[in-house]
């Protein structure tokens, strides 16, 4: 092609055509120049493909953690709700409600003492940070929204670690300070497996009345109601955040 060119060239000088020859060059560089241009464009129109495809890839995986947080959340908000359940019960025999079901309490004592700090999956989106590629979301308000959800989970934190506080100073020190651990959580158990009645290990009433007798055990538990509250409103103002996201992932997904 290029002799082609070449040849056409040498024919138009040697006619002393060279006017002709100047159009021709002209020519020439033009449609160089707009295949310089085509093929920038394919590599352009290529590089924003791979780029695309990227995107899909990182918003399938946060996608993929958000559900999974979703379903989280909600076993959160039930496991805080039966820990309100537990600490108003207990508050209530420290309001002079007799203790007639020794098992009972000890039941609702256990439910309300395993406390554990919830957990998030944002795998995808540290990934995302940690490699220099956010700017790779092209949706603002996608990106804005992980940013908000980064937030909303440190606030969430705030609260779970002032909780976690609370049980340690108050209520864990206090109750393994006072109760014989050793029956009262085989008690549980059975409780839970429903275990023959005739095997049941029995609860001390003694340290019963001897947790009843301590103000700081009664505050924790005061307290533990309060902050739960707080949290069951976070965890349901981050299920809507959750959601929300999920819905413009979606759509740009599409």
């Keep these: ?43 352009n129109a290529n590089e924003m493909d791979k780029i695309r495809v990227k995107e899909h890839n990182y918003l399938q995986g946060i996608k993929a953690d958000l559900s999974l947080n979703l379903s989280e959340l909600q076993n959160f ?23 007639t079901d020794l098992d009972y309490f000890n039941y609702h004592t256990w439910i309300f003492l395993l406390w554990f700090p919830s957990d998030y999956n944002s795998n995808t989106f540290q990934e995302l940070l940690n490699s220099g590629n956010l700017a790779i979301i092209s949706n603002d308000s996608i990106k804005n929204d992980l940013l908000n959800m980064e937030i909303g989970y440190k606030k969430i934190r705030f ?50 009345e001897e947790l009843l007798r301590s103000q700081k055990f009664k505050n924790g538990c005061a307290l533990s109601v309060y902050n739960n509250k707080s949290l069951i409103q976070k965890y349901n103002d981050m299920i809507s955040t959750t959601k929300q996201l999920i819905t413009r992932i979606d759509k740009e997904l599409e």
């Design 77 to 99: 908000i039930h496991s805080r709700e039966n820990h309100i359940k537990s600490a108003n019960i207990l508050l209530d025999f420290y309001e002079d409600t007799p203790v």
């Design 1 to 43: 092609m290029i002799k082609f060119f070449r040849h056409i060239r040498q024919t138009l000088l040697s006619k002393n055509k060279f006017n002709k020859y100047i159009l021709y060059a002209i020519g020439e560089i033009v449609l160089v120049v707009i295949g310089i241009l085509i093929a920038l464009s394919i590599n």
């Design 159 to 208: 609260v779970e670690n002032h909780l976690q506080h609370d049980f340690e100073g108050l209520i864990y020190d206090q109750y393994f300070s006072i109760a014989d651990v050793n029956p009262a959580m085989k008690n549980f158990i059975q409780q839970n497996e429903n275990s023959d009645e005739e095997a049941k290990i029995n609860i001390s009433e003694e340290k019963v």
